[in-house]
């Protein structure tokens, strides 16, 4: 079972940038998809991004529409660590972002919670307008 720590959360203006950090232990995670979901007061849990490696230097990246061109997720497989780069921050981006590890290594961009299996804690982001 792998363990995550999500670091880097806050509170941001409006069009303001943050950088979320998930670091594993317990096991590599280079095999496995990570994914970005976050879960604002009242609402279900929603995917905002996932990324998947493919080997050498190939990764796929999935978004949710609505962070399209503000977000970018990346992993470094050296460091056990993902990422989420939020720019362009908007009111409705406030919730607790949480960090998973998808269940299998085969991964082909499902936003279903399910396909995850282990989780961090969360960090919350709170975007002031």
């Known amino acids: 079972q792998v363990q995550l720590v999500e670091s880097g959360g806050g509170l941001v203006q409006a069009g303001g940038s943050l950088r979320l950090s998930c670091a594993a232990s317990?096991?590599?995670?280079?095999?496995?998809?990570m994914g970005w979901f976050r879960q604002a007061p009242g609402k279900e849990r929603e995917f905002v991004a996932a990324i998947s490696w493919g080997g050498g230097s190939t990764y796929y990246a999935y978004y949710t529409d609505s962070v399209k061109g503000r977000f970018t997720i990346s992993r470094d497989n050296a460091k056990n660590t993902a990422y989420l780069q939020m720019n362009n921050l908007k009111s409705e981006d406030t919730a607790v972002y949480y960090c998973?590890?998808?269940?299998?290594?085969?991964?082909?961009?499902?936003?279903?919670?399910?396909?995850?299996?282990?989780w961090g804690q969360g960090t919350q982001i709170t975007v002031s307008s």
């Open positions: 317990g096991r590599t995670i280079s095999s496995y998809a």
């Open positions: 998973a590890a998808a269940r299998r290594q085969l991964y082909s961009g499902s936003s279903a919670p399910s396909d995850f299996g282990s």
